[in-house]
């Protein structure tokens, strides 16, 4: 029963339901109601303000005061602020969260963003430009001395974003994330890790051995992080034989990676 009630909680997800905060509202509609009596009550005494529009907030007596936790908070925290020590000439970042992982460096430092959707937002310290970095033009090779992609090439290739459907996508873009970057160049990667699949057409899930494979003969490793499928993060943690053959127990973590060009 209890998977049942999963499955169909996970495909009302996917059509944009969200189940929690429905729990929520309907839970939150006694309170308000109850506190919208009792303020009336409290104005005839004192009337400063005047009712407005109605505009009922019925989840939030029940959520905590911000979340610190998943893959998304911790990686662009996390390499932000290695980017902020680490200071590079030229820092490009290839489709990370722009409310998330760019705004964070672009308070300090301006970056170059490469996206292959539309951006219409002038921010200052953030250049956008829009490419499809599965093809890469001759004036950007070497052109850079760091580089990153958080959670981005899990979706090359998969037709996600407009982009050409190419099972081979995300082998495309890291030779020519390669290519970008200057020899002994940082690059800051991080890609879903756990049980090698594609969930079509949201994303690839990476087994940790295969990231490595990929990565060995173009990147040498400086450190390895990771979220686990709770959203806690385990910084330098250690790539043992059993760990990466279990992914660090993980079914969807984050394998976040500090890497320099060969």
């Known amino acids: 029963m209890k998977k049942t009630i999963l499955k169909i909680v996970f495909a009302l997800n996917l059509i944009g339901f969200d189940s929690i905060k429905f729990i929520g509202i309907f839970r939150g509609f ?142 495309k873009a890291i030779n020519n994330l390669h290519q970008m970057l200057k020899k002994d160049g940082k690059f800051y990667f991080s890609v879903p890790i756990g049980v090698q699949r594609i969930e079509f057409n949201a994303h690839r899930v990476f087994s940790i051995k295969y990231l490595l494979k990929i990565l060995d003969d173009k990147f040498k490793i400086e450190c390895f992080h990771y979220v686990d499928d709770k959203g806690d993060l385990y910084e330098n943690a250690i790539l043992t034989e059993e760990s990466v053959s279990s992914n660090f127990n993980c079914n969807y973590g984050c394998g976040i990676f500090e890497l320099i060009k060969k």
């Open 30 to 171: 006694s309170f308000y109601y109850k506190d919208y009596q009792h303020l009336k009550k409290q104005m005839k005494i004192k009337n400063d303000f005047v009712f407005g529009k109605l505009y009922p907030i019925l989840n939030e007596r029940f959520s905590e005061s911000g979340t610190m936790k998943g893959h998304y908070f911790h990686q662009d925290l996390l390499i932000a602020r290695k980017i902020y020590e680490n200071n590079p000439l030229r820092h490009i970042d290839i489709g990370s969260r722009i409310d998330g992982f760019v705004a964070h460096v672009a308070v300090f430092r301006q970056i170059e963003l490469f996206d292959i959707r539309p951006l219409e937002s002038p921010i200052k310290n953030i250049v956008y430009k829009q490419a499809d970095l599965m093809q890469l033009p001759e004036n950007m090779k070497d052109c850079c001395d760091s580089l990153s992609t958080l959670h981005v090439i899990e979706h090359f290739g998969l037709g996600r974003y407009g982009d050409p459907i190419d099972i081979d996508g995300h082998l």
